[in-house]
């Protein structure tokens, strides 16, 4: 019998090198929602971070230059931030080749503002970000990374912070707040004596009377912070259920106002904090967690959306399977120690394989603002190639994508995604180059409002 052969679809690309030229290109410019960094906008004044300085003390590069100089952790920290970023220039960039992923992305960075990676200081680089006007240096940022709107770590228990919030200054509409938990579910011993002092009525020993007034504490900030969601960090070896007091944080206070205020709650599991002390913020390390705690959770509670990101790479097969099992999961992002291009790739890979394009592929954990130009370039590049083997092999198996298709798959995961996660962004002012035109925003009178998920 006679099969008669389908016609192409209009505009579907059955060439594979226009296929991959269009995959980039779409990859490259689709503006992103960054779901987690720990960047604050210009309005927190110097917490606000950018600058060469930074950059090089971000303590990815410190642990890097333990490893190559004798100074040693005690001397580095009596050091000021100046003589810091002199040494890991000295260390890093001039006595060795910058291979490590943080040290590449360093000369991204530097080679996309037009500054000398190979010089033999960094004088010229911090002449450059001396002469800048933050507002119009956030904005250019912003535009080489092309990054719409950035997702901050708003802690409620920093005090610093607070004042900031509290003086109810416009925060630029690009920066978005997240509620942060961890001070609740990870210390509760410490952060109940804080929530005292405030003039809470809380006792260590939880009871439902320190379980309301928590919620009511958290209440106000989310209130005044408007965050697009919650998250928490969670050690390796978290478990659900439990009979301990982060247990009970998370059953009393933090999925109750999670619900109450409709507001999808992000967990980063599988940190071992202070592996070694003696670096600080450095020193943190990374375990095996339980997959299984987040699908018990994600099966109680099965009206909370959750975002998950695991930390290591022995976890992320696991929770592409979770993800399959339970709708109301959403991975996201490859964190910290994951992300380098070798581990990305593997990881976005084996989501599209998984999971299709519902999935986050990728957040930036930036801390330093220039950041987002390298963290972005580099992940772009890596998912464009993950996406380009999936398209092409679908071409094999006898469908061609179009043009058209490959941008609804890329905006999917670079912000649809989130965006229906957390029930969309407040409206912000037009983006010029960068903007997306079509995309859910808020209305302005929903502002105050976070969908319920
Ligand atoms: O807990 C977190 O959000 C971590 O991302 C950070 O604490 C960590 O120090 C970091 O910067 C990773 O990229
Ligand atoms: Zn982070």
């Known amino acids: ?38 960047l604050l906008a210009p309005q927190f004044g110097e917490m606000s ?29 009596r050091m000021n931030m100046v003589e810091q970023a002199d040494l890991v220039w000295k260390t890093l960039f001039i006595e060795n080749t910058p291979l490590s992923e943080a040290t590449r992305g360093v000369v991204t960075v530097l080679n996309a503002l037009g500054l000398d990676a190979e010089a033999a200081d960094v004088s010229e680089a911090r002449a450059f970000f001396r002469s800048r006007k933050l507002s119009e240096h956030v904005d250019h940022v912003l535009d080489l990374a092309r990054v719409s709107d950035v997702v901050m770590t708003n802690d409620p228990f920093n005090a610093q912070e607070a004042r900031v919030w509290e003086t109810g200054v416009d925060i630029d509409k690009r920066f978005h707040a997240t509620l942060r938990m961890d001070r609740l579910v990870n210390d509760w011993e410490h952060t109940s004596a804080r929530l005292s002092q405030l003039g809470y009525e809380v006792e260590t020993r939880g009871s439902a009377k320190t379980a309301a007034e928590v919620r ?100 992320q097969h696991e929770l592409c399977v979770a993800a399959r099992k339970f709708s109301n999961l959403m991975p996201f992002g490859c964190w910290w120690f994951l992300n380098n291009p070798s581990i990305i790739s593997e990881i976005t890979r084996e989501r599209l394989e998984l999971l299709g394009t519902s ?21 772009r590049d890596l998912i464009a190639e993950s996406l380009c083997e999936s398209y092409e092999r679908l071409l094999h198996s006898g469908r061609a994508v179009t043009r058209q298709q490959i941008e609804r798959d890329v905006t999917r995961m670079l912000r649809g995604n989130f965006l229906d996660w957390v029930g969309g962004l407040p409206s912000r002012p037009v983006m010029e180059p960068s903007a997306l035109t079509a995309e859910k925003v808020r209305q302005p009178d929903e502002t105050d409002v976070v969908t319920t998920c």
């Not at 006679?2 to 990859?27: C, H, I, N, S, Y």
């Not at 969670?234 to 944080?249: G, H, I, S, T």
């Not at 999670?258 to 599988?270: D, I, K, P, S, T």
Request: aromatic share 10%; glycine share 4%; hydrophobic share 45%.
């Open 1 to 38: 019998m006679m099969t008669m052969e389908k016609p192409p679809e209009r505009g579907a690309l059955p060439d594979v090198t226009q296929l991959r030229r269009e995959v980039t290109e779409v990859v490259k410019t689709t503006p992103v929602i960054d779901v987690h960094t720990h």
């Open 216 to 315: 009511r504490f958290l209440a106000k900030w989310v209130a005044v912070m408007k965050p697009v969601c919650m998250a928490v960090s969670l050690p390796a070896e978290f478990k659900f259920p439990d009979n301990d007091a982060r247990d009970w944080v998370l059953r009393e206070v933090a999925l109750p106002t999670a619900r109450e205020h409709g507001l999808a709650l992000a967990l980063m599991v599988g940190v071992r904090r202070g592996v070694n002390p003696a670096l600080r913020v450095a020193g943190d390390g990374v375990g095996r967690a339980d997959v299984g705690a987040l699908e018990r959770m994600c099966a109680e509670y099965s009206d909370v959306r959750f975002l998950a990101t695991f930390l290591s790479r022995e976890n």
């Open 49 to 77: 971070l950018f600058g060469i300085d930074e950059l090089l003390t971000y303590h990815y590069l410190i642990v890097e230059t333990f490893r190559s100089s004798e100074v040693k952790p005690e001397l580095f920290w």
């Open 359 to 379: 999935f986050i592929p990728q957040h930036s954990d930036a801390r330093i603002l220039e950041q987002l130009i390298y963290k972005w370039q580099h992940s």
